[in-house]
């Protein structure tokens, strides 16, 4: 399902602000790097990911952010726009995706989000699911 937010969203924090149910079932994906290659995150937007744990799933190390310079001349994107259903690296999510039936997450496009069931997102992901969050 496609939500139409009537406002401009850049962080999970935003899309909370304008969300109607469980603030968990806020996801982001983030972008990093190891100066070689790009990986993507996908967690609750509450969440704070653990590099050490993403490194580990990766089998890399020296993983970072990637920069907003870095996304736009190597990914095409800007803050804001990436989708993890449009990102094509290798993924890691967070297991604790299995608490929930569906999740919400950035489409692509800053005024619009996706509701998606959790099952039919790993289906099309395939991604590492692992604890990669904090704490």
């Keep these: 399902r496609i939500l ?10 935003d899309v909370e602000k304008v969300f109607d149910g469980d603030p968990r079932q806020v996801w982001k994906t983030l972008v990093l790097t190891d100066e070689k290659n790009f ?17 580990k799933a990766l089998g890399v ?6 920069k907003a310079k870095e996304l736009k001349e190597s990914l095409k994107l800007q803050p804001g726009e990436v ?6 690296v290798p993924f890691v999510c967070d297991d604790s995706i299995n608490s929930f039936e569906k999740i919400n ?11 998606m069931r959790v099952g039919d997102i790993l289906k099309f992901l395939k991604p590492k699911v692992m604890d990669i969050r904090e704490g």
């Design 39 to 55: 990986f993507a995150a996908f967690l609750c937007g509450r969440d704070r990911l653990d590099i050490k744990k993403l490194e």
């Design 83 to 88: 989708c993890p259903l449009t990102v094509n």
């Design 61 to 66: 190390n020296n993983v970072r952010m990637a």
């Design 105 to 115: 997450f950035g489409s692509g496009d800053v005024e619009y989000g996706i509701e």
């Design 4 to 13: 139409d937010t009537k406002t401009t969203m850049i962080s999970s924090s």
